[in-house]
């Protein structure tokens, strides 16, 4: 796990290696924007905000911050995690149990799927979706039906790992920030 500055502790003490990060780059962003996803795909950065009434998916310029697409959710949706797999962008909603399916290139939505968790963050790992409900599970999920194909409960030691939030899927390892603090499990 990885960790800097002052921050909230896991309520455990880690068995797994702590690590620290360095910051190389900063970049402008919008702050009104409750970033919930947000993941860098051939040069381009998709972003997923949240809160009701507020959230959306957005294609955004990375040098800029600008906002050069985007697609507002319904209000009773509280967006989360987003990933792109192919030509499509998945987004994850939080308590409303629905994901939305964009097309990549125009952002209009060509399908949906209900699930029965909590929507937190999702990635893939180039055939499977992975997502997780702020537990200690993280699902794997067919990207044309979003069933379930797998499921694997995450710990350090003996200990569960919960809050599991923004994911991220990098030569074979699953990233996962641990929610409101500055912990970083690799999986």
């Known amino acids: 796990m990885a960790s800097a500055g002052a921050a909230q502790a896991l309520p455990i003490d880690p068995v797994a290696p702590v690590r620290s990060f360095e910051v190389v780059a900063e970049y402008p962003h919008d702050p009104t924007a409750f970033t919930q996803g947000l993941i860098l795909v051939d040069g ?99 990207p044309e039906t979003f069933e379930v194909t797998n499921q694997i409960t995450v710990r350090d030691g003996d200990n569960a790992i919960v809050h599991l939030n923004e994911l991220e899927y990098i030569d074979g390892v699953i990233w996962a920030n641990v929610w409101q603090t500055n912990f970083i499990a690799r999986i």
């Open 44 to 142: 381009q950065l998709y972003e997923g905000t949240g809160l009701n009434g507020m959230s959306q998916l957005r294609l955004v310029d990375l040098e800029t911050g600008e906002v050069i697409e985007s697609r507002q959710l319904d209000s009773e949706y509280f967006g989360e995690g987003i990933t792109v797999l192919g030509d499509k962008v998945y987004q994850i909603t939080w308590k409303t149990q629905t994901a939305f399916v964009y097309d990549r290139e125009t952002f209009e939505q060509i399908g949906s799927f209900t699930y029965d968790t909590d929507g937190w963050g999702i990635t893939h790992d180039g055939e499977s979706l992975i997502m997780s409900d702020g537990s200690d599970q993280l699902f794997f999920r067919d």
